[in-house]
């Protein structure tokens, strides 16, 4: 074997311990980095090939005025590429005894020839017969539903059974255990059988060419103007993007933050590997000096240096990489089955095992070459003078006034750690560093849940009912007039989700939500301008997506908003928090005169006298009763807890992965508390032996390096509470931005977490020192005095 | 007999806080091939700084030093090192070894590092150093297992790993018994009369008597460099 690789094995194997924490500290940064890479490539593409891949339409028209020729039509027009009739609407089913939720219906025309709009065969029949139904694999999460036994379904007000033959894989749809709908498919027969709808009426098909959302805005403007110029009324017209998964925002908010975390954890692993290094280079001098006595260039003692990090990386990438790799399919498939897709990619890009090399083995390279270069520099004669530690020009303890407050044996700990003053830097600022990332997880969770408290405490209503179409006023509230636990009622034209703003739309995908004025039902919390004054001008306010959809316009400014067909001005008079999709907030009356003149109203919305768990729970159970015997068509009753739920349950897969990889990054500025105290203890074996022989019994002994260790922690601890406190606040605006469309999360402070940060901070540190310093003490007095 | 090392009006001043000191003044010196020298005087009196300047590990302020027809003084880093592991065995008073290499391994970094001896050959040269130092059976064994003696029958041998014309020694037996000492002291003038030339610096008085020439060295100048045993017992009685 050549001589300068075994010196450098030699070398690894002399330092067991030292090498074994950096470089499991390297394995954990890389490992996480790896994760994240791989999981960030399987998923982007995956996530977009899987909704690609489906062929999703880019538009939608709704006429009751469409026939089947114009279908065959369509299909010979060489700027259309697939055209269907996919009818659909919106029912209830029962997914559970007495739970009911949503169910987005289809009635598709091709099973086994699908041009557009794919859904794939999963298990049991693919086709339904006539009279049954196909479910979206992800309502099994959420529901109690099996196949080849029916399920209650309400369609208006009308409930019936409908066999459930399979379970289809739709992955173009958002997944289940989020937005709490279930998917299902009928044959067009069975949809005009369960819905009473005439079949045909909604098309869906691909342009040819379609580079961008303009184009296929420009082209459905354009097939929207022949229907109508070939007589057809037109409901509904809607471009859709083709490119872009309903919940990809989650993906990419998901893998920026961990991607980052492991990043740092990474890049704080290889400082540790140039800790090690540095450490093994100061006690090696006289060596180097030794080796260029015998002949040895700076070239060779650069070698030598080189090859042991080479090793070391080495091995962590051998270890590292198919980690990665692995955890990077896990966290892949875990993601997957979140937002209801599939894992395609079987193979890896050659570049991204590239990537976890260079991250393996360069990263640790570059940071301990200045090190390296250094020493190898190192002139024989100098080298040879060097006698390890450098005495500190220290004050004596009587000079420090506040020496004599102190025991010896804590004064002692305290010099010493102040001793290698390079060092305890390098180590407090990574435990600090480690601290601030595993605190800033906890407060933007915390920042999160407030968020979702003010959400909360913006939803003043109990107990909401969504109506599939509109009603008369008194219709709808005289259906439930002599409930018992009812404080205040309001009904409003549109409302809170996706179904709402489908249902009531001002354009560009922005819902419209008539309500009160002088609602006490709702209380979002303004982040400029006023709520809506009644007056007779028209006033608009908006939620943060609206306001980014429409560029961020000043309050005060006159938007132009299409209300049922009708462009008309409306003056911005306010902007409010609201984890929602982008929603318009009008005064009920106003909407009523411009475009609601039968004041017609689609939801009802309870405030309950007892509002206590069990009494809503019967207030709901009461409305249920109410809308079973009724022949409205319900959409949804829903408590205000189970909105919060579904809001949840959105950012619930962000807030456990943030604070698993925050732990990460603890767990390698803790290994390199652990490293930098092995170092100190090796490095003052001598002095071990003196205090030994001074009288120092080894439980004393071992207190002075857990008190060094416990004071480093401690000072760690407060550094990385105050770096916490802007990176938190950083943390909370990226998150507002991706989750409430560019409005800040509210900063909070988690004392839980502070809580658990300083436990687990101190816990690491005693671990840290506390096993190291047993070990050491283990050496025989003689032995501790001899070593050099 | 030529002349192997050559030291010409060589000074060698140190800079420092309190001032300059003097290390080496004026310094000239020749030493033949195959001689047996002894470098003797106070702690301080320059014995180390002038084995530094033959060896190339120290610079001269002034002056030349010459060996083997070469001005190494004029020599950068990566000449010095080439030339020191061909031309100069090295020996130090603590061994200084490396603790993590066998014995036979410390031998075989230092004839990596040189490249004189062909790689076919280093395992058979290991050996035979080995058994001429009177080793060979610690070959396999790490430093910290082997008695002083041991060690510095093995440092000895890693000096003569390349083949050097010249073994330098700084205090050799300075760390072992008397025993001990008397046998490394044989075992370098088996390497002169091998044709060696030895440069030891010594504080051991009975070891004198093996030198052909002792040089005592006092406040960084020679203060008399004369030919053993005679002068020896001067030297003994004033210097060490």
């Known amino acids: 074997m050549n001589m300068r690789l075994k010196k450098a094995l030699s070398d690894i194997r002399f330092y067991p311990g030292r090498f074994t924490l950096v470089m499991l500290a390297l394995i954990i940064g890389s490992w996480g980095v790896g994760s994240v890479l791989v999981s960030y490539f399987v998923l982007s593409q995956d996530l977009s090939a899987n909704f690609v891949n489906t062929k999703p339409p880019h538009a939608m028209f709704i006429s009751a005025d469409f026939k089947p020729a114009d279908l065959s039509r369509l299909r010979q027009n060489p700027a259309i590429e697939s055209a269907e009739f996919r009818d659909y609407g919106i029912y209830r089913i029962e997914v559970k005894p007495d739970e009911w939720v949503p169910l987005r219906l289809y009635g598709a025309t091709e099973f086994e020839q699908q041009s557009l709009a794919y859904f794939y065969e999963q298990q049991g029949q693919f086709h339904p017969n006539k009279g049954a139904m196909v479910i979206e694999r992800n309502g099994l999460l959420i529901s109690d539903i099996e196949i080849g036994k029916p399920v209650n379904i309400r369609v208006g007000n009308r409930s019936m059974r409908i066999p459930v033959e399979g379970v289809i894989f739709d992955p173009a749809q958002p997944p289940a255990t989020q937005d709490h709908f279930i998917f299902a498919y009928v044959d067009q027969t069975t949809f005009q059988q369960i819905t ?5 009426q909604r098309l869906i098909l691909r342009y040819r060419q379609a580079q961008n959302d303009a184009d296929i805005q420009k082209q459905t403007d354009a097939l929207k103007s022949q229907f109508m110029l070939e007589g057809k009324t037109i409901r509904v017209s809607k471009a859709l993007q083709p490119n872009s998964h309903p919940h990809q925002w989650q993906l990419d908010s998901l893998i920026l933050m961990l991607g980052s975390i492991c990043l740092l954890a990474s890049l704080m ?7 090690l290094m540095n450490s093994i280079l100061a006690k090696q001098i006289r060596q180097i000096a030794v080796l260029k006595a015998v002949g040895a260039k700076q070239s060779h003692i650069l070698q030598i240096y080189l090859l042991m990090l080479l090793l070391l990386g080495c091995i962590t990438a051998l270890i590292a990489v198919p980690l990665a790799v692995f955890s990077g399919y896990g966290i892949s498939y875990g993601v997957s089955m979140a937002l209801n897709f599939d894992v395609l990619s079987t193979s890896l890009p050659w570049w991204i095992y590239s990537v976890l090399i260079i991250f393996s083995v360069g990263l640790p390279i570059i940071l301990s070459l200045p090190a390296i270069v250094k020493a190898s520099r190192v002139c024989i004669k100098a080298g040879l003078d060097d006698y390890g530690l450098v005495q500190t020009q220290a004050k004596p303890m009587q000079e420090i006034p506040w020496a004599n407050r102190f025991s010896p044996q804590f004064l002692f700990a305290l010099r010493n750690t102040l001793r290698q003053r390079k060092r305890v830097v390098v180590t407090l600022l990574t435990m600090a560093l480690g601290v601030a990332i595993f605190s800033t997880g906890f407060n933007v969770r915390q920042s999160l849940f407030v968020m979702l408290q003010q959400t909360k405490a913006s939803m003043l209503y109990d107990v909401k009912v969504v109506l599939q179409n509109s009603i008369n006023d008194s219709q709808l509230r005289n259906l439930f007039t002599d409930l018992e636990n009812i404080r205040h009622t309001e009904t409003w034209s549109g409302g809170q989700g996706v179904i709402q703003s489908e249902m009531n739309s001002a354009g560009r ?5 008539a309500l009160p004025f002088d609602t006490q039902l709702q209380a979002s919390i303004m982040l400029g301008g006023r709520w809506l004054s009644g007056s007779s001008d028209n006033e608009l306010m908006m939620n943060t997506w609206a306001w980014k959809a429409y560029e961020k316009p000043d309050i005060g400014s006159m938007l132009s908003i299409t209300l049922q067909g009708q462009a008309h001005q409306f003056k911005l008079v306010g902007v409010i928090e609201e984890f929602d999709t982008a929603k318009f907030f009008i005064d009920q009356s106003r909407y009523q005169q411009l475009a609601n003149p039968q004041a017609k109203v689609n939801s009802i919305l309870f405030a309950a006298k007892q509002n206590d768990y069990d009494a809503i729970v019967k207030l709901q159970q009461q409305i249920e009763q109410r809308v079973a015997r009724s022949d409205l068509s319900v959409l949804s009753v829903e408590s205000q807890a189970q909105r919060v739920k579904v809001i949840y349950d959105h950012l619930d897969i962000i807030l456990v992965s943030l604070v698993m990889f925050a732990l990460l990054v603890l767990i390698v500025s803790a290994l390199g508390m652990a490293s930098a105290m092995g170092i100190n203890i090796m490095e003052r074996s001598r002095e ?9 019994t080894p439980r004393k002994i071992r207190s002075v390096f857990v008190s060094e260790a416990l004071i480093i922690a401690v000072l760690s601890i407060s550094l990385g509470l105050l770096i916490a406190w802007p990176l938190s606040a950083s943390a909370s605006s990226f998150f507002g931005n991706l989750i409430l469309g560019g409005t800040p999360l509210p900063f909070a402070f988690s004392s839980n977490g502070f809580v658990i940060t300083f436990f687990t901070t101190l816990g690491f540190a005693w671990i840290a020192s506390y096993f190291p310093a047993g070990s050491a003490t283990k050496i025989s007095t003689k032995e501790a005095l001899a070593y050099e | 007999m030529t002349n192997l090392i050559q030291l010409q009006q060589v000074s060698k001043i140190y800079e420092s806080d309190a001032g300059q000191f003097s290390a080496l003044k004026n310094i000239n010196l020749q030493i033949g091939t195959g001689e047996f020298v002894a470098i003797i005087g106070r702690s301080g009196s320059g014995k180390s700084t002038l084995l530094n300047v033959l060896t190339g590990i120290d610079q001269p302020s002034h002056g030349s030093v010459r060996v083997q027809q070469q001005m190494i003084h004029q020599m950068n880093e990566s000449q010095l090192a080439s030339w020191r592991g061909r031309t100069m065995g090295i020996v130090f008073q603590f061994f200084q070894l490396i603790p993590t290499l066998t014995i036979a391994e410390n031998l075989a970094l230092a004839m990596d590092f040189v490249n004189v001896i062909p790689k076919a050959k280093r395992g058979q040269r290991i050996h035979q150093l080995l058994q001429q130092v009177g080793i060979e059976k610690q070959a396999n064994k790490f430093p910290a297992s082997l008695s002083g003696g041991e060690q510095q029958r093995a440092a000895i041998a890693r000096a003569m790993a390349n083949k050097p014309d010249v073994i330098v020694a700084d205090e050799p037996t300075g760390n072992l018994d008397s025993q001990t000492a008397e046998s490394i002291m044989q075992l370098f003038k088996d390497l002169v009369d091998q044709g060696k030339t030895v440069l030891v610096v010594t504080h051991e008085q009975a070891s004198l008597k093996h030198f ?29």
């Open chain 1, 509 to 513: 995908g922005v819902g419209i939500t």
């Open chain 2, 212 to 240: 052909h020439r002792v040089i005592r060295l006092h406040d960084g100048e020679i203060q008399d460099a004369a030919s053993a045993p005679e002068p020896v017992t001067a030297v003994q009685q004033e210097a060490c």
């Open chain 1, 269 to 275: 692993a290889a400082i540790l590997v140039s800790q």
């Open chain 1, 688 to 696: 071990i032996g003196v205090l030994r022989a001074m009288g120092a």
């Open chain 1, 196 to 200: 009473g709808e005439a079949i045909n």
